[in-house]
């Protein structure tokens, strides 16, 4: 009776052990992403203030001695490339650098095993 009564025991604390760090798990998966999300709008919202600051007022711009002047005034220097400074791509295969990416994160075994067991929320781009 004590035995089993025991085992009981082990086995409950067991299976509330294994739910606590699924939920943990979850939480900090959740926070992760928010993280995430947010490290990804202050980048667009920098890259979307740098765009605005580098729109010209095109009837400004009449002659190449406007263009030079506004950019001097914003402190940019163009230079002419030199030929060892152009690089030619050719076509990106995508699923390379997909799987590419998953193995430069090193996660735990069991942030991989709770990861397959949780669901992930994924994201398309609407155009």
């Known amino acids: 009776m004590t ?30 992403t928010s993280f995430l999300v947010n ?13 605005r600051s580098l729109l010209y007022n095109l009837s400004r711009l009449e002659s190449p001695k406007s263009i030079e002047e506004a950019l001097c005034v914003n402190e940019i220097v163009l230079c002419m490339p030199k030929r060892e400074n152009i690089r030619h791509m050719e076509s990106v295969n995508l699923a390379y650098s997909e799987n590419a990416d998953r193995l430069k994160t090193k996660d735990s075994i069991l942030a991989r095993l709770f990861d397959r067991f949780s669901t992930k929320a994924e994201a398309k781009v609407v155009k």
Do not use: P, W
Request: aromatic fraction near 6%.
């Open 39 to 51: 490290k990804h709008r202050r980048k667009v919202s920098s890259l979307l203030g740098q765009h």
């Open 3 to 32: 035995n089993t009564k025991f085992v009981n025991t082990i086995m409950t604390i067991m299976l509330c052990a294994t739910f606590a760090l699924c939920y943990v798990h979850q939480e900090v998966s959740i926070v992760k």
